[in-house]
Structures are given as C-alpha cells and as structure tokens.
C-alpha cells in the first residue's frame, strides 16, 4: 500500500507544474503512457529532485516542432538566393564621403584586374583592335552572311553579268543606282568578313613580296660567288718557303683547354654493353670449353692429326668457270679395259679409291685426276674412231695404266719412308699430351680417390685441378652436383689436416689450398658450418676426456690449430654471436686455461693461440681475459726464479715449480747474436732436432712476440673503463721485474713500445652523480585507494580544483547533448529526404498509370474502328 501512494504522489506531482507541462496534463490523462516515471534507488531527505516525471511525448513534439520552423526552413531553402545585397564598397557606411567611395572603388577595381585569373593567358589585360576596332567586337558575327558571298567559290560569275545575260532581263527592270546612294555605300563600314578578306590579302601580298626578295637575293649572292671564283683565280699566288716558315714559327702554341677539348672531340663514345651473363650460362661455357680442351687433349695424347682429318679442296684451273656443278648424285660408270676386256667399275669400288686417294695425299689426287681425263680422251677418240678395228687404243691404255700402277707403288714406298719420320715427330707431342692435366674431372666419390687425384702433383697442379672439379660440376649443371661438392669439401678440410700432421708440415701448400677451400664455403655455407662444426666438437671432446681422466690436458696437434686458422678466414669474427667461431672462441680459451706450459713447444703454440684471439676480437674489441693471463705468465717463465716474486699468476702456470724459466736465455752470445725473426709453427715439429743456439734464438722471439702482443692488447681494450686495472699486473711485472738491460737492443726496442703504450693510457673515470630528474617509478597495478568523506561525493580538494572539475563535467555533458542533438538532426533531415523521394516516386507511378491508361483507351479505340471497317 505504501508503494502505491508513493507511485500515485509522483503521478500527481506534474499537476502542480505550470507551464507547458500543464497544457499536456489532459493528453496525459487521458493517456497515462505518456508518462515516464524516473524511480529511484533511495529516498533521501532534504534532497530536491527535478526529473521524478517525464513527458517524453511532449517533449518529441516541440522538439519536432522547432525543426519545422528552422531546420526544415533552411534545408528547403538551401540553394534559392532570391536576397539581393549591395557589396559595393562603403555602400552602408555612411561616414565616408561619396567622392572617397568612388576612388576606393576603382582602385579596388584595378587591384582585382591586375592580378591575372587565367595564367595561361599572357595578354589579358591588352585589347587587341583592328583599324580603330576592337577584335572582340568584330568576333561576335553580328553580319549575316550569304550563301552567294562565300570566299571559297573562286572564278565564279559576277551577280550582274548573270542578272545581265541568264536573270531574263532582269539588269533592265533593275534600278538605276544614284551617285549619292553609291558615295553613302563607300562610306558605310566594312563587315567583318570583307575585314578578314582585306587581311587575307596583305598577308598573302606580303609573302610574295618576302619571296621574290629572297630569291633575288640568292640570285645575286650566287652571282658575286661566280665573279669572286673568276677574280680569285688571277690573285692567287705561290708564298715562298722563307715567308711560310716565319709564318709557322708565328703560330701561338694551342693552349691546354682547347687541346683537351680537341681530345675529347675525338674520344670514343660509349658503346651500350653485352648483358651480364647468370651464373649457370657462365658454368655452363666454362663446361663446355673445358670439355673442348681436354677432347683435343686426348686426340693428341693419341696421336691423331687435326689437319689430316680435314679434307683439302681439289685443285681447280684458273680457266674454271664452276659452272658445271650437279647437285644430284652422278650415277654413270666409267667404261675400261682390263685384260683386253670391258670393264665396267662400280660405284662403290670408285668410291673406295677416292677415299684411298684422299689418304694418300694431294699428288696422287692430281695423278688419277689426270689418268682420268686421259682416259675420257681416248674414250671420246674411240667413240669418233669406232670404224677402225685395230687394237692400238688397247695397248695405250694398257700403257697408261701400267705407268699409273708404277707410280703408286713408288708413291706407297715414299709413303712408307716418311712414316717412322711422322710417328717421331708426334711422339713429343704425345708425351706432352700425357703430362699435361686433363680438363674435365669427376667428383671423387671417397677420400682416398681425392688424395690420389692430389698425390705427386705440385701445389700449382692441385689447384688447377680442384678448380677444374668445381667448374665441370657445377651446381647448376645436374642435380647431384651439389651433394658431390659439398663433401669435396669435407675432403679438402681433411686433406689439409693431414698436410698439417706430416713431420714436415707442407704449411705453403695450406696456405695455397685456403683459396678453393674459401669459394666452396661461400657456395655451400651451411655444409662448410657443419663440418667444420664436427672438428670442433671432436677436438673439444677429447680435451674434456683427457682432463677428468689426468686432470690435465696438452696443447693439440698443428692441425686443430690450422683448423682454427682456417675459421677467422672463411666466417665472419665479429659477430655477437656466431655458430662456428663461438663455439672456436670458447675452446680457444679453454686451450689457453686447461692445458700445462711444460716445454718450449706448449709456449709456441699457446702464442700462435693468442694471436689469432687478437684476430679474432680484432674488430669486435671482445675481451678476454684469458689472453691477458696467458701474456702474463709468459712473461713470468722468462724471469729467473729469484725474481719471479711479488706478483701472482692464474693456471696453468704456476708461482713455483719446475717449469718456470722456459724462456730464459743466460748465453750472452746468442744474445748478442740473435735478430727479430717470425716464429714459425713449423718449428714446433723440429724442435728436437735443433741446437741450443736456435732454441735460444726461438726463446727471444717468443719474448718479442708477447711484447708485440700486448702492446695489440694495449690499443684493443684502452676504451675499457677498467684498462688500468686489467692491464696493472702486467705492468708491474715489466716494470719491476722484466731484466731489460740484459736483452739485446732490438728487444729492448718492442719491450720499451709496449711499456710506452700501457703507460700513455690516461685514466679516464666518471664519478658517479645523482640524477638531475626524478627517475620514472615503474607502473604497478595495486589500485589507488581515494578517501571518501560522504556517499557520493569524492574527496573535496582547493577552490580552483573543484571549479576545474566542475568545468570538466560540464563540458562533458554539454558534448554528450551537442552530439545527441547533431544525430537527432541528421535522423530528421533523413526522414525528410525520405519522405520527398517518397513523394516524388508515387507521382512518378501516378502519372505512368494516367499514361498507360490512356494509351490502352486509344489502343481500344483503335482496335474498335478497325473492326468496324473489317465489318463493312
């Protein structure tokens, strides 16, 4: 019960409101849904509310109502202009006086005329005339012309000569005109046609007049050239020889500029090029020409003449016209006698000799050429001759072929003597043929194919051969190719191994070897990081193994360390990381950490590993300590053990023990006999052999090469901040320690290089200081707690805070109602447009139905008066 008093309390509450809300109640009443009732929530005390009851009807209704009035207004009156404004300057200004007006005006006016509208058009601002009349004036066709005043109808009759002779006495009916009437017509202005006429005719008389003045002109410059030829003959005259050599020696000498451009007037213009060949045409040609190299190879390894296999032309007269060649086969038979018998010679037997005859040489070709004329002769004689019966044309011809018979055998003898004297001759060339390398080679299918296809052959020779592989098998050539390269280089890596292992290590051949080893990395990189990969990891491997068995490891074999070599040349070193020199970076260090200096041989080979640590970190400036600790040890096994105090060392060298003093050398004539030499790896194999003069020598240049390695190191890391410490042991120990006086001069020189390059280092610290701004605290995501004094309202804060948020509200909800209202008015102005394409579609159909029907009604008409006339 208590909520329906409530409802119908708030129900009646509009009963008290005036205004428009009181002029709906009887809407309301008798409509009780037009009425929206806001509950709320809560009732508050104290709390005046002013949206309890809405009229949402009502309120539709003057809504839509205004629109009418100016929203649809102005929509209906979008594009009719029927107000008419004066924009004439100070037209409505009364302050300024009317002669101002005018003046202002008309600067205005030639302001706007001075600024070009078209800028295409260069003469607008002239006026074009034509005898005192403007061309504009005379463009607008104001006369009317005449069929019989055309232009184009040349030669035709004048109108009174036709009125006169075929008008039908039409000249003597006609009117007689007056002087008066003919002075007004002289005097009457000319059309514009008669006006471009007139034009017409000067231009044309002006252009006749241009070419007979031209024409003269060339008339007489051809006649002052004849009378100038005619004249010069008389004048010419022979300068002497005396008179001329003045002149020469006269002759200013050309200067520079115009020399070069002399020269560049007669310099080669650029031709356009050939197109740059793919890489499978280039293989493809390089295949072919190696395949014709090594075919004429095998034809001279075999003895067999190029020249002989090429057939000669036959001798011809030079009375010969050619003219008497047949393309068709000749199919006659040469008629003989043979045992006082015709014979008749095959075709194939004639052809037989011939190739004989071609073997033979070109005497014998001409021999039978001549035994066959002779026997086409005496053919043609008997043929002439056939009355006579008697033999003798039998016996000439026995004769000449007994003579022919005699020739060849002596011929045949010749032949034979001169062979034994050819068969000398190409065996030079055969033995050079066997020597000489072939051209095409096969992929090897295993290792010990390879390593005999390389074995007794020198350096130069493997490598003709190893680029002869890659180019008869190309990639792009067949399919397989690419699987057979790839383990040719695995080969190749192998094959340098061995090299590197022998007792006298073939390092030049190496050397030569990285070039092909290089392009097929290049071709086949993954197969080249795999494999090489696969040495890492077995040698890698094995140090481990080697270290938990004995808990110590050595140095390994030149060909691990070749290996290693071969790594900084064929991969880039200075990336962050990489999947070939990482994994070589990391043993590297562990060679340089792990394994014992116990001889001079692990000192060597611990140098050559520090050197290419510096190659390798050479643009990347990576440290590693390692190096560092592994220089400062070498220089403490080249101290005496009384010195080698006051300083600490890192494994795997050690403060004391027996293999200190690897690097000391107390003779002082090898000391004064020693020069910088480089240190080869090749010595670690034949160390043994050598005698203590040498190994005292190799023991100095060890030291000069750890003095050269740490001055590298100096210029590599000085950007470190902590340089000074890193390197501070090292300095101590070459500044205290290091016995320099007893080193000879050159050695003193690189000990005093690489002091002066740790000592030239500045320290280079930046104090720490706070920071000038707040450093940004890092975004949290606990919830940010606001104190709530009263239910509803947030926490009070200054004046102008509260102004600003009021403000911020407040624009919020007058957008919010700018938008409503935009969308309100683009709905209404929508129904409009609606309700007009409406209108005019039902007009549209109403009158299409009017036009139909009356074309049915006349269609029926018709029909009916049709039939009536059929009836009748």
Known sequence: MGKAAKRKKKVSMP??????????????????FEVKVNRQKFDILGRKTKNDVGLPGVSRSKAIKKRNQTLLKEYKEREKTNVFKDKRFGEYNTKISPE???????????????????????????????????????????DIVDSDSDTEERGTLSAELTAAHFGGGGGLLRKKVSSEQQAEEEEKPKSRKELIEEMIAKSKQEKQERQTRRESALELTEKLDKDWKEIQTLIARKTPKSERKDKEVEKPKPDEYDMIVRELGFEMKAKPSERLKTEEELAKEEQARLQKLEADRLRRMHGIDEEANKKRPSHMSADDLADGFI????????????????????????????????????????????????????????EEDGAADSHSDLESDLESEEEAAGNKEEKKHKANENEPENVEKLDPKREAAKSELPYTFTVPESYETFKSLLAGRTIEQQLIILERIQKCNHPSLAVGNKAKLEKLFGFLLEYIGELATLDLPELRTIDKLVLPLYNLCQMFPEAASDSIKFILRDAAHDLGEIIEVKGRATFPGLDTLVYLKIVSLLFPTSDFWHPVVTPAFVYMSQLLTKCRITT????????????????????????????????????????????????????????????????????????????????????????????????????????????????KCAALYESLPSFHEIMHPVKILLTQHVPVNEYPEKLQEWYHSALKELENKVKHYTPLICEKKKP??????????????????????????????QLIQRHKRELKGAIREIRKDNQYLARMQL??????????KRKVKELLGSLATQEGEWKAMKRKKWKN
């Open 776 to 805: 940004v605290p890092l975004k949290q995501y606990t919830p940010k707690i606001v104190k709530v004094l009263e239910f509803g309202k947030k926490q009070a804060g200054s004046k102008k805070e509260q102004e600003r948020k």
């Open 327 to 382: 393309l068709d086969k000749d199919d006659r038979h040469l008629l003989s006698y043979k045992d006082g018998k015709i014979n008749i010679e095959n075709e194939e037997e004639k052809e037989e000799e011939e190739g004989e005859e071609d073997d033979e040489g070109e005497g014998e070709e001409e021999d039978n050429e001549n035994e066959e004329e002779s026997q086409e002769e005496s053919a043609s004689e008997d």
């Open 600 to 711: 001079l041989q692990d000192v060597i080979k611990g140098l050559f590993v520090c050197c290419l640590f510096v190659e390798y970190v050479s643009l990347s400036r990576r440290f590693a300590p390692e190096l560092i600790n592994f220089l400062l040890g070498v220089l403490h096994i080249s101290l005496p053990k009384s010195q080698a105090q006051g300083y600490t060392v890192v494994h795997p060298f050690t403060q004391v023990g027996k293999n200190l003093e690897l690097l000391l050398v107390c003779d002082e004539e090898d000391l004064k006999s020693w020069e910088k030499q480089n240190v080869p790896l090749s010595i670690v194999t034949r160390l043994k052999e050598t005698s203590r003069t040498e190994i005292n020598h190799t023991r100095l240049s060890c030291l000069a090469l750890c003095f050269d390695l740490i001055k």
């Open 835 to 844: 309700s007009e394409t409406m209108e005019r579609d039902s007009a549209r």
């Open 15 to 32: 009963s008290a409101a005036k205004g428009p809300v009181k002029s709906a109640m009887a809407v309301v009443k008798s409509n009780p």
């Open 100 to 142: 101002e007006k005018m003046i202002r005006r008309f600067t205005l006016e030639r302001q706007q005329n001075y600024g070009k509208k078209n800028i295409y058009n260069l003469n607008e601002d002239e006026e074009l005339t034509h005898y005192g009349q403007s061309l504009a004036e005379i463009e607008k066709l104001n």
